[in-house]
């Protein structure tokens, strides 16, 4: 089985900041693309950021960029996502995948989500 698990979110005021991390353990072998996703209430979930195998490529929505800086640590399997200038629009459940092979198969794998609430 392969585990994906998101820690780091909670609340937080407007213009504050938050590091959201995510590590992939059990049995997966290798490691490809990784990123983070969110969901709003009553919303459907949407690409927040997204890191290459060696980290040199990043692609963001454009809702994101210049706040949000996604990064990953491959000998940890871990990507970080760090948020800030928050705003009251970065309320959302988010969640990371893991393009990841394990020892029977290639595909994506998903945390359960942690809760990010920015609010006074």
């Known amino acids: 089985q392969v585990q994906v698990v998101e820690s780091g979110g909670g609340l937080v005021q407007p213009g504050g900041s938050l590091r959201l991390s995510c590590v992939a353990s059990?049995?997966?072998?290798?490691?490809?693309?990784m990123g983070w996703y969110r969901q709003a209430p009553g919303k459907q979930r949407d690409l927040v950021a997204t890191i290459t195998t060696g980290g040199a490529t990043n692609h963001y929505a454009d809702s994101v960029k210049g706040r949000f800086t996604i990064s990953r640590d491959n000998a940890k399997n871990t990507v970080y996502l760090q948020m800030n200038n928050l705003k009251p629009e970065d309320t959302a459940v988010y969640y990371c995948k893991v393009d990841g092979r394990s020892i029977w198969d290639r595909k994506d794998y998903w945390g359960q989500g942690t809760q990010v609430t920015v609010s006074s």
């Open positions: 059990g049995s997966i072998i290798s490691i490809y693309g």
